[in-house]
């Protein structure tokens, strides 16, 4: 069974609370479990962890190589900052897909760029919480056909 690690960037522990009209009213938690449960009809396994930290979060890209075969990730405003998450994404060779609650390019110009989608297989956004559970199904389609068990 394929493993996946999900990865929540920072500010998304306030998710229910946090401008909820732009990124909706699930909580963290009732994402985590819905996604728990299509990775279960999938046949996959997610383990899900959120962090503020960039560092904390290319660590936990780096721990995955010894335990996850790919990534599903929001990095939240890192995604338009950072070079170290690409560069720990790349230097693990883990497929990843990247995405995101909102539709960064209808928001400001500073979102519209992501450093993380050079890395990844593909990016979803826009779909709200329905963004994680489809970038699940692409992500486990993807470890299926490449890495057929
Ligand atoms: C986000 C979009 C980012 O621009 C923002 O900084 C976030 C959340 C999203 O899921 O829509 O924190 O990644």
Redesign the pocket.
Known sequence: MHTILVIHG???NLLGTREPEI?GSATLEDINARLAQLARELRVETRARQSNSEGEIVSLIHDATTWADALLI?A??Y??TSIAIPDAIQGVRLPAVEV???N?YAREAF?HHSHLSRVCVGQI?GFGPNSYLLGLRALADFLAHTYPE
Request: proline share 7%; with cysteine; charged share 5%.
């Open positions: 920072p500010n998304l990124y929001n939240g405003a995604t338009h995101h609650l909102s960064i979102r956004c």
